[in-house]
């Protein structure tokens, strides 16, 4: 017997959504309407323009429509009817233009699903985003860099594994952070100009045969180009995931100073303050004066982190499903804009840090970051091995801090003592003035090397990094000119349309 398929219903529903699915889904959709609003509305305009440049719209449907949305354009997201239970957004904006102009709103579907409108409004709405955080995060690397000039001579005990490591200055330890920032900024210019291009006139999956041409919608909107492959343009979700990870990158990087601040600012440190502004008071605890907005830096690194796994968990399916993109409407303008504001705030907490260079130097002194300079000063003078120097050194602090003496106070005779245990022979440092290899400030100045903390080698770092952050800024100031002029022109031609 042939098997036979039972016949299977076609065509869209009837009836109204269920309850369930307007509260789970559709309300979600329309929680994101505010990022989409003003691209839907560009979306629009710019694609019954290309209708009527095509001769496919009459005339006077053309003006009626251009008129309502250039009118709807004017509204604010909030003041718009958007209504869950009618669907995801568009369906609102379909109702509402049909309850206005009646039939000759259908001539905005011609050519083009309703996702096109949607997926273009997420790329106009986030390069505004992507340049607003980078250029958000190319100021905190310029207040970085004044901190970096200001501290250029304020000895550190630099640390690793939060265990002191070599004397440094704040300065140089401040403007670390700052490299990773411009790398991150850097890659989301990059990532810029993958949402910079245009998906209008991909249709569902291939196209449509009412548009031969996809330059004129991207044009219109400010594009760079178009996406070559139409299922490709309607369906991708890599560039959002690059985003994604950039936006956690940098909240990382700051999340790290945040938490270095935190131990620096505790009282067992005591080598920087917060500003009373960035601060909160304990409500049971009169003494206390807890750091809050470093905890807000960290946590929303968490955020971010999450988001990010999400999102990827989310597109972890068969291609050309809705789900990669419903949630991207929300989840990556949310973390971008939570991003600027952690960008604002830790650049607040940065530019109005007091130090305190006096407990820093007090712990410099009392500790041993002298030694690798000692063991390599006995590698230079005593024809010695670096494993052997160590050693002797080592064994040389152990004996120093059993006895109370500080890493200066170490002598030649501490020396040939710890020599003659592990070699069997003194090196001859007795009488030998170790006060130069042993002083912090000597240390610091002997570090001229390119990227060292020796104040010249600081100040060649902060002059590139400032040239760097010019082009950074101009690149940004550039691209955000040029989608100003785009929307400018396209609101001013579809006003020549409705006047003409």
């Not at 509402?96 to 790329?123: C, D, K, M, Q, T």
């Not at 502004?277 to 605890?285: E, G, N, Q």
């Not at 991003?339 to 820093?360: E, K, Q």
Request: charged share 25%; hydrophobic share 45%; net charge negative.
């Amino acid at each position: 017997m042939t098997p036979t398929r039972r016949p299977r219903l076609g065509g869209p529903p009837e009836g109204g959504p269920a309850l369930e699915l307007i509260e789970s889904g559709f309300a979600l959709e329309n929680a994101d309407a505010s990022f989409l609003h003003r691209g839907l509305n560009l979306a629009d305009i710019a694609h019954a323009l290309d209708l009527g440049r095509r001769g496919l719209t009459p005339p006077d449907a053309q003006r009626a429509l251009l008129a309502l949305l250039l009118e709807v354009a004017q509204m604010s997201a909030e003041d718009f009817p958007y209504d869950p239970t009618y669907g995801e957004p568009y369906n609102s904006r379909e109702r509402y233009f049909v309850s206005r102009i009646g039939e000759l709103a259908g001539w905005l579907h011609a050519g083009r699903p309703r996702r096109e409108a949607a997926r273009i409004a997420l790329r106009l709405h986030l390069r505004r985003l992507i340049t607003e955080l980078a250029d958000e995060a190319v100021g905190f690397v310029f207040e970085l860099a004044e901190r970096a000039e200001e501290h250029a001579r304020t000895l550190l005990p630099d640390q690793t594994y939060l265990q002191q490591a070599q004397p440094s200055t704040f300065g140089h330890y401040l403007l670390s952070f700052g490299y990773s920032t411009v790398r991150d900024v850097g890659r989301l210019l990059d990532e810029l100009d993958w949402v910079d291009a245009s998906p209008g006139g991909a249709g569902c999956v291939n196209g449509t045969r009412l548009l031969d041409d996809r330059g004129p919608v991207a044009d219109a909107l400010g594009f760079q180009g178009v996406i070559p492959h139409t299922r490709d343009a309607m369906w991708q979700v890599d560039g959002l995931i690059h985003l994604l990870a950039t936006a956690a990158s940098l909240l990382s990087n700051f999340s790290k100073l945040a938490e270095d601040l935190e131990i620096f600012s505790s009282s067992e440190f005591d080598f920087v303050d917060l500003a009373d502004a960035y601060t909160r008071a304990s409500i049971l605890m009169p003494n206390k004066r807890n750091p809050y907005a470093l905890a807000i830096v960290r946590g929303a690194s968490g955020v971010v982190v999450g988001r990010l796994t999400g999102f990827l968990a989310v597109t972890k399916s068969p291609s050309a499903r809705s789900d990669n993109l419903i949630f991207a409407y929300g989840e990556v303008p949310r973390t971008l804009e939570l991003s600027l504001r952690i960008t604002r705030l830790i650049t607040g907490v940065v530019r109005t840090l007091r130090v305190n260079p006096a407990r820093m130097r007090e712990e410099l002194d009392l500790g041993y970051t002298q030694a690798t300079d000692l063991a390599e000063y006995l590698v230079q003078t005593r024809a010695v091995d670096y494993r052997t120097a160590y050693r002797v050194v080592g064994q040389a602090v152990r004996a120093a801090s059993e006895s109370g003496i500080p890493g200066a106070g170490i002598t030649g005779e501490m020396i040939d003592a710890a020599a003659l245990a592990h070699t069997g022979r003194d090196w001859g440092m007795a009488g030998v003035d170790l006060s130069e290899v042993l002083d912090p400030w000597r240390i610091v100045l002997s570090r001229t090397v390119e990227g060292g903390a020796a104040p010249a080698a600081l100040a060649d770092m902060i002059r590139a990094l400032r040239e760097r952050l010019g082009s950074l800024a101009e690149q940004v100031g550039r691209r955000v000119a040029a989608f100003d002029q785009a929307e400018s022109d396209l609101l001013a031609a579809a006003q020549r349309v409705v006047s003409g």
